[in-house]
C-alpha cells in the first residue's frame, strides 16, 4: 500500500472495483444474486409453512431439484425454475438490467 493513497482515502474505496480489477466481480455477483434469491425461497417458504416435499409438488420436480434451487452455491439455475418457485411462494421475480 502507498502512503499516498492511504492518505487519500482511494485504498479500499470501493469492493466492487476490487472485484473488478481481480476479474472476479460477475462471478461473485452472480453468487450473491443467487445466494440472496434461496434466502428468500426459504424464508418465504417458512413463513407459509410449505415444506420442500409440499415446494417441489408444486414446481413438479423433486427434492433434489428444489434443494439444487435453494442451494447458494448452485448457481446454474433457469430463470424458468426461479419463476415458477416464485409463483409457488406468491411472489414474482423481477430483474432488470443496469
Known amino acids: 500500500m502507498r502512503k499516498e493513497d492511504a492518505e487519500k482515502g482511494t485504498i479500499g474505496s470501493s469492493f466492487e472495483v476490487f472485484l473488478k480489477e481481480e476479474g472476479s466481480y460477475e462471478e461473485a455477483n452472480e453468487y450473491a444474486i443467487k445466494h440472496v ?6 424464508k418465504a417458504m417458512q413463513e407459509q ?5 409440499e415446494m417441489a409438488r408444486r ?3 423433486s427434492r433434489s431439484q428444489l434443494d439444487r434451487l435453494l442451494d447458494p452455491e448452485k448457481t446454474g439455475v433457469s430463470l424458468g425454475a426461479l419463476k415458477r ?3 409457488a411462494v406468491g411472489r414474482t421475480l423481477r430483474m432488470e438490467l443496469v
Open 37 to 42: 434469491l434461496a434466502f428468500q425461497l426459504a
Open 49 to 53: 409453512g410449505i415444506s420442500k416435499t
Open 59 to 61: 414446481l413438479e420436480t
Open 85 to 87: 418457485a416464485a409463483r
